[in-house]
């Protein structure tokens, strides 16, 4: 830029300053930025490994100052297991039923029916 030849500092302030004026022009830059910055939150949290419903969501999790993670390792891991299944009845025995819940969802791409599947 122009203010840029006359220096860091020149540049610096006048760039504030364009920014400034762009912002108070046109109100819009404010209103469009906020769901760029969503975006931009939702897909770096993605990209983590980590996936956050929504911008309303992330930005709770701003005052967060406590997590607790469950102890099968759903969380940690990233892998969830079938940590226990109680049959009622006797009509079917419980490798019966993992079979048919592992039928029903094979076809799933849901990380939940992986779980039955495997």
């Known amino acids: 830029t122009i203010p840029g030849l006359w220096g860091p500092e020149t540049g610096r302030y ?4 364009g920014l400034i004026i762009i912002v108070i022009a046109c109100p819009c830059a404010l209103t469009i930025s ?3 910055t969503y975006a931009a939150g939702l897909a770096a949290t993605a990209q983590r ?4 419903k929504g911008g309303a969501n992330l930005e ?3 005052s967060v100052d406590r997590i607790v993670f469950d102890k099968t ?3 940690t ?4 297991s ?9 009509a079917k025995s419980r490798d019966e039923m993992l079979g048919l819940m ?3 969802q094979e076809r799933s791409s849901h990380p939940l029916s992986a779980s039955l599947v495997d």
């Open 14 to 17: 006048w760039t504030l300053n």
């Open 73 to 75: 390792g759903t969380l």
């Open 49 to 52: 490994g980590i996936i956050v």
């Open 34 to 36: 906020t769901p760029v």
């Open 82 to 90: 079938v940590v226990h299944l109680e049959v009622v009845g006797n």
């Open 60 to 62: 709770a999790m701003g």
């Open 77 to 80: 891991k990233g892998k969830f």
């Open 102 to 104: 592992a039928l029903m």
